[in-house]
């Protein structure tokens, strides 16, 4: 930010500018970023973009600050949407905190059921679902963040409201499970803690994942498969190929 008076010069004759080289130059710079600002910005007719915008760069800030520590002026800066523009979207940072983790939850359930609908292969199908999860948290590592730690901030009734999405997603795995153990279930084993376990290979890919040195969603998908597999069958399975029936139908959706 410029000082008042620093680098201006004022003509005595009232004509030109008045302004130094420097004084020019940061004037283009100024508006050069102005326009970067409102090129980046979707305009407030699209809504819908608009509001994306605005969950995609809290969750940012959530993640970063935590939930408690940030603030909606954080969140204003950070979009570079005013505060009135901002509350017109939501009324609180509650609100704001729900529409994060219900966008998140919606995408990732509406995803996983149109890749599922074709698909009928058991093991297939428990495939889609992991992999389905792996990607949309490797490409959106501040929503997982915010999905995983964010969990206990919300309050009555965007908790209930967000449960009972959850509820949904966990029942079409419970469901996928049954399907995949309808040949034996390994004996003694508790049908709820494994698909929990599941989701906790998954869920918590994003604390050590490194794309320098890890592989990405297929090969990851492979992995935690096999080894929800292995640990749930009664008798070693005939080896399958699964990963190009599920590329297929991921790559079609």
């Not at 309050?155 to 499970?177: D, T």
């Not at 995949?180 to 998954?202: C, E, H, K, Q, Y």
């Not at 320098?212 to 080894?227: F, R």
Request: glycine content about 6%; aromatic content about 8%; cysteine-free.
């Amino acid at each position: 930010m410029v000082s008042r008076g620093a680098g201006v010069m004022i003509s005595k004759g009232g004509r030109g500018s008045g302004l130094t080289v420097e004084a020019r130059r940061t004037r283009v710079v100024e508006r050069t970023f102005e326009k970067a600002m409102a090129a980046s910005t979707p305009t407030p007719r699209d809504s819908e973009a608009k509001l994306q915008y605005i969950l995609q760069h809290s969750a940012q800030v959530f993640a970063e600050q935590g939930f408690e520590g940030a603030s909606i002026r954080d969140i204003s800066r950070a979009t570079g949407i005013s505060l009135s523009g901002l509350y017109y979207y939501f009324e609180s940072k509650q609100k704001l905190l729900y529409l994060i983790q219900n966008n998140a939850f919606a995408l990732i359930l509406d995803r996983a059921k149109a890749r599922l609908r074709e698909v009928h292969e058991p093991q297939t199908r428990l495939r889609v679902l992991v992999q389905n999860h792996i990607e949309y948290f490797l490409s959106h590592p501040n929503e997982m963040k915010v999905l995983s730690h964010e969990d206990e901030a919300l309050e009555s009734p965007y908790r209930e409201e967000i449960a009972a999405v959850k509820r949904r997603y966990y029942a079409l795995a419970r469901e996928i499970f049954g399907e995949v153990a309808a040949p034996g279930l390994t004996p003694g084993l508790n049908p709820r803690v494994a698909v929990l376990s599941l989701f906790g290979m998954m869920n918590w890919v994003y604390k050590w994942h490194d794309p320098k040195v890890d592989p990405g969603a297929e090969q990851l998908t492979d992995t935690i498969v096999g080894v929800f597999l292995h640990g749930v069958l009664a008798e070693p399975a005939e080896e399958k190929t699964l990963s190009s029936a599920s590329a297929r139908v991921l790559s079609s959706h």
